[in-house]
C-alpha cells in the first residue's frame, strides 16, 4: 500500500472532473464487474438519452423480492398475504431493514413495502478515498477502482437531471411489466439513489434534480449515499458560492434518507479501511452535519474493530442520544470488484492472491459476527432490547 490519500484534498480535485455543464459524471456499468454482479435480478438500465447503462438497481430484502429470491435461491415470504406487524418483524430479522426506511414517509404502505425494497441507483463517478490507481479506495468496496477515479472517458458518462428522471420512469415502467409476466406480481419501483464515489461533492446537482422531480410530480422518495468524509467540503463550497447557503438543510426537506456509511469505529481502524488520512473528527463532523440539516440518517458501520467497538457505542450514545439502536453493522462480501483489489494488492506484497483473499474475507467475516455480539448485548444492558428487535425509522435521533 502507498501513501495514504488525504480525503479533502481528493475532494477538491475531484469536484473538477465530476460535474460540468450541469451534468454529473457517473459510472457507465456496460463493462464493469460491479455491472455484472449487479445485473442478477434486474438488468443494468439505459440512459434514454444517450444509450449509456448508467442505472442498476439493488434488490435488498431478496427474500420478499419473487425474482431475486430464485435467483439466490432463497425461500420467498410473499408478504401481501400477512398483517403490518408481521411484515414489520419480517422485514426487521433479515440482514436488511432497507424497505422500513420508508415506513413514516407519505404514501408508504407496509403491504407494498416492496414497491421501496429496491432502488435505482447511479454512481457518481469519483470517491475521495480512492487515489486513482488500479486498487485505491476502501479495501472492501463493491464499486470497480475504474468507476471510482474520477476520470472522464471509458466507463463514464454524463447524466443530467431530466435525463435521469426520464430514464427511471421508462425503467420502472418496464421494470414492472417483467416482474408481471414472470411473477404475476405488481411492482412500482419507488426510490432513486444517489450513491457513489461521493456524492456529496455534487450536492449541487443533487439539490437541483430532486427540485425538479418535485417540478415534475414525480412519486420518488430517495436515498443519498455519505462515506462521512466531507463535512468541511460542503463548507468550503457554500463558502465560495459553488453551493447556495444551507444547501444540505434544503435538500432535508426533500423525501431522501441518508446512508451515513461509518469506516471504523477507531483512527487505526477507519484509516486501515479505507486507505486514507480520513479522521474520526471529521466522520463525527460530517455524521452531526447531516442531522443538525434535519436529515433521517441510517448508519451503517463497515468492519468494525471488534475491541473498541463497545467504548465506540457508549461514546456515540453520549453524543447522539439513541445512536446505538440506529446504527447497522453492515455485512461484507467478496464480489467480483473486491477481489481484484485484493488480488492486485497480494501481488504488490508478493503474497499467494488467494490465500490473501481468504484471510481478508475470513477477516472481514469474524469481525462482523463479533459486533454483531457486541451490540446485541449492548442494546440488551443499555435499552433492554436486542439487535435488529426495534424499527430503525421509529428511533429518533438527535443531537445532544
Not at 184 to 207: C, H, M, Q, Y
Request: net charge neutral.
Amino acid at each position: 500500500m502507498g501513501e495514504k490519500t488525504n480525503p479533502i484534498q481528493r475532494a477538491l480535485e475531484l469536484r473538477k472532473t465530476l460535474i460540468s455543464d450541469g451534468k454529473i459524471l457517473v459510472a457507465d456499468f456496460s463493462n464493469t464487474l460491479q455491472g455484472k454482479d449487479t445485473s442478477k435480478v434486474i438488468d443494468i438500465m439505459p440512459n434514454i438519452a444517450t444509450g449509456q447503462y448508467v442505472f442498476r438497481a439493488k434488490v435488498n430484502v431478496k427474500e420478499i423480492d419473487p425474482l431475486a429470491s430464485k435467483a439466490y435461491n432463497t425461500r420467498f415470504s410473499d408478504i401481501r398475504e400477512r398483517t403490518d406487524d408481521e411484515i414489520e418483524r419480517f422485514i426487521r430479522r433479515q440482514e436488511f431493514d432497507y424497505p422500513l426506511w420508508f415506513k413514516h414517509c407519505n404514501g408508504f404502505e407496509m403491504r407494498r413495502a416492496t414497491d421501496y425494497n429496491p432502488d435505482f441507483v447511479f454512481q457518481v463517478a469519483g470517491c475521495n478515498f480512492h487515489d486513482g490507481s488500479a486498487s485505491g479506495g476502501c479495501w472492501y468496496c463493491f464499486v470497480d477502482d475504474e468507476s471510482n477515479n474520477g476520470r472522464p472517458g471509458a466507463g463514464k458518462a454524463l447524466l443530467g437531471i431530466d435525463e435521469t428522471i426520464d430514464s427511471v420512469l421508462a425503467a420502472r415502467k418496464k421494470i414492472r411489466q417483467q416482474y408481471q409476466e414472470a411473477a404475476g406480481f405488481d411492482l412500482n419501483i419507488k426510490v432513486l439513489r444517489a450513491s457513489g464515489g461521493e456524492p456529496t461533492i455534487v450536492l449541487d446537482w443533487i439539490l437541483n434534480l430532486w427540485r425538479r422531480i418535485a417540478q415534475r410530480g414525480c412519486d420518488f422518495v430517495g436515498q443519498l449515499d455519505s462515506n462521512l468524509s466531507t463535512a468541511s467540503v460542503v463548507e468550503r463550497f457554500e463558502k465560495e458560492g459553488i453551493y447556495e447557503p444551507n444547501t444540505l438543510e434544503k435538500l432535508a426537506e426533500f423525501p431522501v434518507k441518508v446512508l451515513t456509511a461509518l469506516k471504523g469505529c477507531n483512527s487505526e481502524n477507519l484509516q486501515d479501511n479505507v486507505q486514507s488520512t480520513a479522521t474520526m473528527d471529521e466522520q463525527l463532523r460530517s455524521l452531526k452535519k447531516f442531522l443538525s440539516a434535519g436529515f433521517d440518517i441510517y448508519p451503517t458501520l463497515y468492519n468494525p474493530d471488534p475491541a473498541s467497538l463497545k467504548t465506540y457505542l457508549e461514546r456515540m450514545d453520549s453524543i447522539i442520544p439513541n445512536f446505538s439502536l440506529r446504527v447497522h453493522i453492515g455485512p461484507l462480501k467478496v464480489y467480483g470488484p473486491t477481489r481484484k483489489r485484493l488480488q492486485i494488492e497480494a501481488q504488490r506484497q508478493g503474497k499467494d492472491p488467494d490465500i490473501f483473499l481468504r484471510i481478508a474475507e475470513q477477516n472481514w467475516k469474524d469481525n462482523y459476527f463479533r459486533s454483531i455480539a457486541i451490540i446485541d448485548s449492548y442494546l440488551k444492558e443499555r435499552h433492554g432490547i436486542g439487535y435488529r428487535e426495534t424499527t430503525r425509522s421509529d428511533v429518533k435521533l438527535k443531537l445532544a
